[in-house]
């Protein structure tokens, strides 16, 4: 269902003049969904709180929030709001990325599609710049992991026919090789002697 499990991360990039600054991306792992991405020069836990509390006001609840142990995911303001808001933080584990790999795709995306590709000249060049990115990656561009169709018109799909994800123990790996037919024996393996 849409809302299972957000991942966040940050991703960098530059001004014209040379200024740094930071994208936080906050994706629904299940829509494929951006759900923010929010420019600025600094942004610390406070602000991260802020601006979940936004989306989580205009979206609803998370089951679960992925992240690394970035300094903003980490910090005490953070932490307040996770047990005020009753939300799930999980921390992947430090230098594997590809725990959080949603938002790595989609940060990879955005790199490839927005931020190599424009010129930012201030912050609000950049934040007219990426919503509208946004609005295109969420709104018109079909993905074939959702049946082609554009992650908001998937979630809605989702909501409005109250599919369920597949049932965990369908997801158990199936066996290596099927068994053998009625009738056939399996030959016993040979061990080496010596």
């Given at each position: 269902?849409?809302?299972?499990?957000?991942?966040?991360?940050?991703?960098?990039?530059?001004?014209?003049?040379?200024?740094?600054?930071?994208?936080?991306?906050?994706?629904?792992?299940?829509?494929?969904?951006?759900?923010?991405?929010?420019?600025?020069?600094?942004?610390?836990?406070?602000?991260?709180?802020?601006?979940?509390?936004?989306?989580?006001?205009?979206?609803?609840?998370?089951?679960?929030?992925?992240?690394?142990?970035?300094?903003?995911?980490?910090?005490?303001?953070?932490?307040?709001?996770?047990?005020?808001?009753?939300?799930?933080?999980?921390?992947?584990?430090?230098?594997?990325?590809?725990?959080?790999?949603?938002?790595?795709?989609?940060?990879?995306?955005?790199?490839?599609?927005?931020?190599?590709?424009?010129?930012?000249?201030?912050?609000?060049?950049?934040?007219?710049?990426?919503?509208?990115?946004?609005?295109?990656?969420n709104l018109q561009r079909p993905h074939s992991s959702l049946k082609y169709m554009t992650p908001a018109a998937y979630a809605a799909h989702l909501t409005a026919?109250?599919?369920?994800?597949?049932?965990?123990?369908?997801?158990?790996?199936?066996?290596?090789?099927?068994?053998?037919?009625?009738?056939?024996?399996?030959?016993?393996a040979l061990t080496a002697a010596g």
């Amino acid at each position: 269902m849409p809302n299972a499990r957000w991942s966040l991360d940050f991703v960098h990039d530059q001004f014209a003049n040379g200024r740094r600054f930071r994208i936080l991306n906050i994706v629904d792992d299940v829509t494929k969904e951006c759900l923010g991405a929010i420019p600025d020069t600094s942004i610390s836990g406070r602000r991260v709180a802020r601006e979940l509390t936004a989306v989580v006001e205009r979206r609803g609840k998370p089951g679960m929030i992925v992240s690394d142990h970035g300094t903003e995911f980490t910090c005490n303001a953070m932490l307040a709001w996770c047990r005020d808001a009753a939300i799930d933080w999980h921390f992947i584990a430090p230098g594997k990325p590809m725990q959080n790999g949603f938002v790595e795709s989609f940060n990879g995306r955005m790199r490839d599609e927005l931020l190599n590709e424009t010129l930012f000249f201030d912050l609000d060049d950049a934040r007219a710049k990426i919503a509208n990115w946004v609005a295109d990656y969420n709104l018109q561009r079909p993905h074939s992991s959702l049946k082609y169709m554009t992650p908001a018109a998937y979630a809605a799909h989702l909501t409005a026919t109250d599919d369920r994800l597949r049932n965990p123990d369908q997801l158990r790996r199936s066996s290596v090789a099927t068994t053998a037919p009625l009738g056939v024996q399996n030959p016993e393996a040979l061990t080496a002697a010596g």
